[in-house]
């Protein structure tokens, strides 16, 4: 079946804006894109920063809610009890690298996500922020209880780079191409480093940190 007019719209922009970036895509590039008008675009979504906000909404609420069903049945069996750090794990970034994997549209959709994470606007971040607000919220709490002896200013840390390295791996893998040939082709086997690599950073020892206060003393001695 043909699709309608604002899934057109929709798929164009998705399209549009991994290739071309947020900012650099105009409305004129995705009504062209799309064989459709601007008075197409005012009538479904009223502006450009609305669109933006629908191609997110349409796939990342599917997204969270899925990540928080798991999280939900996971909690569930548990009754109570500390999940382990890998269920939790994977039940974050299992369900976004299956997405990826399971249409041309996942994985355009996760293409762009992670370009928005390195590339962010002010918009951008700010609604993206309202939109993960409930699903973070949760699943901090059960790292919090999974993890009682790491600081949680340091997990905040470890979580950052762990969402960082998923967004660089579901982005494309055109900028490792510098270290050589590399075969991203199989999701499964992507899903199994990346498991590997997050576990392994979540479970790392501490770092020794000196405070601000610490270092200018330290310096000053010194002098």
Same mark, same amino acid.
């Given at each position: 079946?043909?699709?309608?007019?604002?899934?057109?719209?929709?798929?164009?922009?998705?399209?549009?804006?991994?290739?071309?970036?947020?900012?650099?895509?105009?409305?004129?590039?995705?009504?062209?894109?799309?064989?459709?008008?601007?008075?197409?675009?005012?009538?479904?979504?009223?502006?450009?920063?609305?669109?933006?906000?629908?191609?997110? #909404?349409?796939? *990342?609420?599917?997204?969270?809610?899925?990540? &928080? +069903?798991?999280?939900? =049945?996971?909690?569930?069996? %548990?009754?109570?009890?500390?999940?382990?750090?890998?269920?939790?794990?994977?039940?974050?970034?299992?369900?976004?690298?299956?997405?990826?994997?399971?249409?041309?549209?996942?994985?355009?959709?996760?293409?762009?996500?992670?370009?928005?994470?390195?590339?962010?606007?002010?918009?951008? #971040?700010?609604? *993206?922020?309202?939109?993960?607000?409930?699903? &973070? +919220?949760?699943?901090? =709490?059960?790292?919090?209880? %999974?993890?009682?002896?790491?600081?949680?200013?340091?997990?905040?840390?470890?979580?950052?780079?762990?969402?960082?390295?998923?967004?660089?791996?579901?982005?494309?893998?055109?900028?490792?191409?510098?270290?050589?040939?590399?075969?991203?082709?199989?999701?499964?086997?992507?899903?199994? #480093?990346?498991?590997?690599?997050?576990?392994?950073?979540?479970?790392?020892?501490?770092?020794?940190?000196?405070?601000?206060? %610490?270092?200018?003393?330290?310096?000053?001695?010194?002098?």
């Amino acid at each position: 079946m043909e699709p309608d007019t604002r899934s057109r719209i929709l798929d164009a922009a998705e399209n549009l804006f991994v290739e071309h970036g947020l900012d650099a895509t105009t409305l004129r590039m995705i009504t062209a894109e799309a064989k459709a008008n601007l008075a197409a675009v005012n009538y479904h979504f009223g502006s450009k920063e609305a669109l933006i906000e629908a191609v997110f #909404r349409r796939r *990342l609420s599917w997204l969270n809610e899925q990540r &928080i +069903a798991v999280l939900d =049945a996971l909690e569930a069996e %548990a009754g109570g009890a500390p999940l382990k750090p890998r269920q939790i794990v994977e039940s974050y970034f299992g369900v976004t690298i299956r997405m990826a994997a399971s249409s041309p549209g996942g994985k355009t959709f996760m293409r762009l996500l992670g370009r928005t994470y390195t590339e962010p606007s002010e918009f951008v #971040r700010n609604f *993206l922020a309202e939109e993960h607000a409930e699903l &973070i +919220a949760r699943y901090k =709490a059960a790292f919090f209880k %999974a993890l009682p002896d790491v600081p949680q200013e340091e997990f905040l840390w470890r979580f950052h780079f762990m969402m960082g390295a998923l967004a660089y791996a579901v982005s494309g893998a055109d900028a490792l191409r510098i270290l050589g040939p590399i075969d991203d082709s199989d999701p499964e086997a992507l899903y199994a #480093r990346l498991m590997s690599f997050l576990i392994g950073g979540l479970r790392a020892p501490l770092p020794e940190i000196r405070t601000k206060s %610490a270092r200018k003393s330290g310096t000053k001695k010194a002098a």
